[in-house]
């Protein structure tokens, strides 16, 4: 089946929460419409119907944008849906005015985000809640 990336789609909770929990292993709710309502762009794969990608590009409102939340549902990994979400956000990024990409990434994204073009930085990180 052709996999088809939507840029900014109107995404419902239900079927956030369902790719969230097949992605990451979360199976608590979240409401994600004020995060969506807020970012700078949002890029969505689907498989007919079906979400089974997302990344989304938050932003400080001016030069520097963020890519965060980066999952593909594990039944649809190895195909490229990561990358080509994480190239258009790219795109869509820059053509809406930042000049600055960020993400921050576990060790083992390394290679995964060096191949698209993000060079090491130093960046730090606290837990502010549990």
């Not at 900014?8 to 956030?16: H, I, R, S, T």
């Not at 929990?21 to 199976?27: D, P």
Request: net charge negative; hydrophobic share 45%.
């Amino acid at each position: 089946m052709d996999i088809e990336y939507r840029h900014d789609p109107n995404l419902e909770n239900k079927a956030l929460n369902a790719l969230w929990t097949t992605a990451w292993g979360s199976s608590k709710p979240r409401d994600f419409q004020p995060i969506l309502s807020k970012n700078l762009a949002h890029v969505a794969a689907f498989s007919g119907s079906t979400l089974i990608g997302f990344v989304n590009v938050a932003w400080d409102g001016g030069i520097h944008a963020f890519i965060l939340d980066t999952c593909v549902d594990p039944a649809f990994r190895g195909r490229g849906i990561a990358s080509e979400l994480v190239e258009q956000a790219k795109m869509l990024a820059r053509d809406r005015g930042a000049e600055w990409l960020h993400v921050d990434f576990e060790p083992h994204l390394t290679g995964f985000y060096r191949k698209l073009g993000f060079a090491p930085t130093e960046a730090g990180l606290i837990r502010l809640r549990d």
